[in-house]
Nanobody, 115 residues
Framework: QVQLVESGGGLVQAGGSLRLSCAAS????????MAWYRQPPGKQRELVAT???????NYVDSVKGRFTISRDNARNLVYLQMNSLKPEDTAVYYC?????????WGQGTQVTVSS
């Protein structure tokens, strides 16, 4: 059974910080790329950041220098540290992993940034 469970969202003022966490089952996490996506209100889901099993990372341009993705391979956890948050970062954030030719998603966690 695949499990992805996000936590850490909430309401924050512009300029503030939040850290999202994703607890993943071993079959989707171990030795595999993990990612964070987000879906702003009324818009399509978009890729935010990815991390390989060895820690190589990539970010969408709009979050570079502000967000940091990381992982704890011993605990099957993926994090997204979000600093200098902007109102346009408001979205539901989803943890993502792929296996057996499929994408798997968590339930999402709401991040709201007030101006």
């Amino acid at each position: 059974q695949v499990q992805l469970v996000e936590s850490g969202g909430g309401l924050v003022q512009a300029g503030g910080s939040l850290r999202l966490s994703c607890a993943a089952s071993t079959n989707i996490f171990s030795n595999r790329v993990m990612a964070w996506y987000r879906q702003p209100p009324g818009k399509q889901r978009e890729l935010v950041a990815t991390i390989t099993d060895t820690g190589s990372t990539n970010y969408v341009d709009s979050v570079k220098g502000r967000f940091t993705i990381s992982r704890d391979n011993a605990r099957n956890l993926v994090y997204l540290q979000m600093n200098s948050l902007k109102p346009e970062d408001t979205a539901v954030y989803y943890c993502n992993g792929g296996r057996w030719g499929r994408d798997f998603w968590g339930q999402g966690t709401q991040v709201t940034v007030s101006s």
